[in-house]
């Protein structure tokens, strides 16, 4: 049986011999395989809401640095769009039922 990912046994609560790392997507802003496919697809919304090119945004600075983990490339304003821009006309109805 194979262990389980550091990460993974740290969020559970277990004792490691090192904390974790991990990286948000920001991290590989800089790089130019990033920057290279943000020139391909130039609209944020569509980096965000095509899983396979969020995947792959995740992924690329995961695969130059290999840290624990990676956060899932994202944004928390998407769900406004799927809410027909409430947040923007109603910020705090928006805020309000989110919680």
Do not use: C
């Given at each position: 049986?194979?262990?389980?990912?550091?990460?993974?046994?740290?969020?559970?609560?277990?004792q490691v011999h090192r904390p974790p790392v991990w990286?948000?997507?920001?991290?590989?802003?800089?790089?130019?395989?990033?920057?290279?496919?943000?020139?391909?697809?130039?609209?944020?919304?569509?980096?965000?809401?095509?899983?396979?090119?969020?995947?792959?945004?995740?992924?690329?600075?995961?695969?130059?640095?290999?840290?624990?983990?990676?956060?899932?490339?994202?944004d928390i304003q998407m769900k406004a769009y799927r809410q027909d821009?409430?947040?923007?006309?109603?910020?705090?109805?928006?805020?309000?039922?989110?919680?």
């Amino acid at each position: 049986m194979t262990e389980a990912p550091l990460l993974l046994r740290a969020a559970r609560g277990e004792q490691v011999h090192r904390p974790p790392v991990w990286m948000m997507r920001q991290a590989g802003r800089y790089m130019k395989v990033y920057r290279d496919l943000r020139d391909q697809y130039p609209s944020f919304r569509e980096r965000s809401e095509n899983p396979d090119l969020a995947i792959e945004i995740s992924l690329q600075p995961f695969r130059a640095f290999q840290p624990d983990g990676v956060i899932l490339f994202s944004d928390i304003q998407m769900k406004a769009y799927r809410q027909d821009n409430l947040h923007l006309q109603h910020p705090s109805w928006f805020l309000h039922k989110q919680i």
